[in-house]
């Protein structure tokens, strides 16, 4: 039995527009003495991502549009908000209970376009990353320029299910890590041939990493490390259900 650790990583300062994030993440780990070995895992959350990209607005300086206030008033949210979602959506797919469920420009249905105002500040909001995947690949050639090892990182967000109440972490860009592995087609203990497994390997990380980082401790990183995974570059989009498949749609 394989044992896999999750360690949080301290001591990230308040990242700014143009903070090299790998360089942040680098020092902090020679600060609280964690080293870095080959395979680790290294899960970023989103909004230490956001931040360092620029990705954050002042609600102050948006102007909503006709429908960004009919659909604020529908679902009693700050027009200024809504107006974010509707301009980081592809398509809004439903909309009620206070909730507004989009596809966001990267690809994702989520809600609110995954527009967040915790964790940044009195009268801001924070944006997705434009391109997570992207994000992740530079975030891991840092990390491994500096360490000297091969690793993988995850960019993750925090996501609700549609079958189930509350919210989990998930991994919206990836790099070094191939996101999913199939079972299809191998057998079970019983002889039982799989037809459709399928594990969302990054999304387990993801929910796991969050285990030790917390929503209001301050820690926007961790190491995951022993788990095993198998290399790759499809990046999260590979985990962006089809629209022809998708039930709710």
């Known amino acids: 039995m394989k044992r896999i650790e999750v360690i949080p990583i301290p001591g990230i300062p308040e990242v700014k527009a143009g903070a090299d994030l790998g360089a942040e ?13 080959k395979h680790d895992v290294v899960v970023v959350k989103q909004k230490v991502v956001s931040k360092s990209e620029g990705r954050l607005v002042l609600l102050s300086k948006v102007k909503p549009r006709r429908r960004a206030v009919q659909l604020a008033k529908a679902e009693r949210k700050d027009p200024r908000v809504v107006e974010l979602v509707l301009r980081e959506a592809s398509e809004v797919v439903r909309s009620g209970h206070g909730v507004i469920i989009t596809r966001t420009k990267q690809g994702f249905v989520c809600a ?47 996501f609700g299910r549609p079958w189930r109440l509350g919210q989990t ?22 002889g039982y041939r799989l037809r459709v ?50 039930l709710f749609r």
């Open 169 to 190: 972490d998930v991994a919206i860009g990836c790099s070094g890590i191939s996101p999913l592995v199939s079972y299809a087609g191998k057998k079970d203990r019983f």
């Open 112 to 158: 609110n376009s995954g527009v967040d105002r915790s964790n940044v500040g009195p009268g801001m909001a924070a944006l997705l990353p434009t391109d997570p995947d992207r994000s992740a690949r530079r975030i891991r050639a840092a990390l491994e320029k500096g360490s000297g090892t091969e690793l993988a990182v995850l960019v993750t967000d925090t």
């Open 25 to 37: 993440v680098l020092r902090a780990l020679r600060r609280a003495g964690i080293p870095l070995l």
């Open 197 to 246: 497994t399928e594990p969302a390997v990054v999304d387990e990380l993801a929910a796991a990493a969050e285990l030790a980082m917390g929503k209001l401790k301050g820690i926007p990183a961790a190491v995951v490390r022993g788990a095993s995974y198998v290399r790759g570059d499809a990046g999260a989009k590979a985990l962006v259900m089809p629209r022809e498949r998708d």
